[in-house]
């Protein structure tokens, strides 16, 4: 099983990011998967989360509005669009995955990618 993330670097505020959770070893559209997020000295905390059949949705309330979790099917792929990103988005950002919704948003996935840094100057 392996979860792989892409896309993070350095972004200015306003700016946009995408990443992208690239999945292997497991029945894809029978987890959902998740974004978490750490920041320094800071516990980790939910971004959004997709279910793979079904495509509902989960967005925790600071990203709203800016954040787009979406689901390449075909290419086992999650996909988290970052808009108009602030200082305080700077973070690692993990992908995660469970067959669980409740779990999955609770962030007690099964499956952890590395992480992937976020940073966003002002």
């Known amino acids: 099983v392996q979860l792989v993330e892409s896309g993070g670097g350095l972004a200015q505020a306003g700016g946009s990011l995408r990443l992208s959770c690239s999945a292997s070893g497991f029945t894809f559209d029978a987890y959902g998967i998740g974004w978490f997020r750490q920041a320094p000295g800071k516990e980790r905390e939910a971004v959004s989360c997709?279910?793979?059949?079904?495509?509902?949705?989960y967005y925790a309330d600071s990203v709203k509005g800016r954040f787009t979790i979406s689901s390449d099917n075909a290419k086992n792929t999650v996909y988290l669009e970052m808009n108009d990103l602030s200082p305080g988005d700077t973070a690692v950002y993990y992908c995660?995955?469970?067959?669980?919704?409740?779990?999955?948003?609770?962030?007690?996935?099964?499956?952890w990618g590395e992480g992937i840094l976020v940073t966003v100057s002002s």
């Open positions: 995660t995955a469970h067959q669980s919704w409740p779990a999955i948003v609770a962030g007690w996935g099964d499956y």
């Open positions: 997709i279910s793979t059949s079904d495509g509902v949705t």
